[in-house]
């Protein structure tokens, strides 16, 4: 059974940062993607970034690009989101999904960390 626990989030003041974790069980990282996506309230989900450990491939999205930082550990079966230079249009649920190498659906999502950005 695929399971994806989300953890880091909080509270954030503007120009913080955050680092937030998505810890697998029950896949191999080797062989899947892991994605991270937000969604704030009363907004559609949006994509954040996405990484491939098997091959080290990465994804950030453009209004992120220079701020977040994906990465993942292997051995620890676990990818992590680092935030930096937050602002509060950043404030939403964050979910880390996984994907099935060579497919286009992310079929396991964890339960979600609440990031929020204010002063």
């Known amino acids: 059974q695929v399971q994806l626990v989300e953890s880091g989030g909080g509270l954030a003041q503007p120009g913080g940062s955050l680092k937030l974790s998505c810890a697998a069980t029950g896949i191999t990282l080797d062989y899947y993607a892991i994605g991270w996506f937000r969604q704030a309230p009363g907004k559609e989900r949006e994509a954040v970034a996405c990484i491939s450990l098997s091959d080290g491939t990465t994804y950030i999205a453009d209004s992120m690009k220079g701020r977040f930082i994906i990465s993942g550990d292997k051995a620890k079966n676990t990818v992590y989101l680092q935030m930096d230079s937050l602002k509060p249009e950043d404030t939403a649920v964050y979910y880390c999904?996984?994907?099935?190498?060579?497919?286009?659906?992310?079929?396991?999502w964890g339960q979600g960390t609440q990031v929020t950005v204010s002063s």
């Open positions: 999904a996984a994907r099935a190498q060579y497919t286009n659906t992310y079929g396991d």
